[in-house]
């Protein structure tokens, strides 16, 4: 495993609610972790992130992200890995995980910045609740969309655990996705 010491864990919060069944399970796994393990915390939702405008083909480049985005765009850098808590949301991602993902391509275009290739090496794991948890199915479109972004951007994909719950609290009775969480970022 390596040095704990060199990991910095950046977990991006992907609900639109506080102290919600995916940040339990972050909650989790960071707990885990050796205790020099540096970590850093991003509640999406409530960051100001603009909206994503493609002008990859009119202007072709992008301004340095400002503000919040800005700060989200260090924080990712900054990370070894990043841990995404997400809730399915219509079998997919929620809103503000989508935006992120999205400025991943406005950053990939901001001169001087060698987004990808800073990227490239990084590992993703996810953690997702849903209220389908006995379908792990149905959650395939949020997974695999996050895995074939990991894999188009050269990270390593550090696999993803599903919990089950609806109301706020419901994870902590799937005690085999707390498990899992709790061992996600120790492999
Ligand atoms: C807008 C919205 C869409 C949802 N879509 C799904 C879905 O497609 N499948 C599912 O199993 N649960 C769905 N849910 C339920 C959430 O995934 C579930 O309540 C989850 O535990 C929420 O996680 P959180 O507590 O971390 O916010 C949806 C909830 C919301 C608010």
Not at 4 to 18: G, K, M, Q, Y
Not at 148 to 167: H, N, P
Request: include cysteine.
């Amino acid at each position: 495993m390596t040095d704990p010491a060199a990991r910095r864990i950046l977990v991006l919060l992907a609900s639109t609610r506080a102290d919600g069944n995916a940040e339990l399970m972050a909650r989790a796994s960071v707990a885990a972790l050796p205790a020099a393990t540096e970590v850093r915390w991003q509640r999406l939702a409530e960051l100001d992130m603009p909206p994503f405008e493609d002008i990859r083909h009119s202007v072709g480049q992008y301004p340095a992200p400002t503000g919040d985005l800005a700060r989200l765009l260090d924080d990712t850098l900054w990370a070894t890995d990043l841990l995404v808590a997400s809730p399915l949301y219509w079998y997919s991602l929620p809103a503000p995980l989508k935006l992120y993902l999205d400025h991943w391509s406005a950053f990939m275009r901001v001169p001087g910045l060698d987004f990808k290739a800073r990227m490239a090496g990084k590992a993703m794991h996810v953690l997702c609740a849903t209220s389908s948890g006995d379908e792990p199915h149905l959650a395939a479109p949020l997974v695999d969309s996050l895995r074939f972004s990991a894999g188009y951007m050269k990270m390593r994909w550090g696999g993803a655990v599903l919990g089950d719950g609806t109301r706020p609290g419901d994870v902590l009775k799937d005690e085999a996705a707390l498990a899992a969480a709790a061992k996600l970022l120790l492999a």
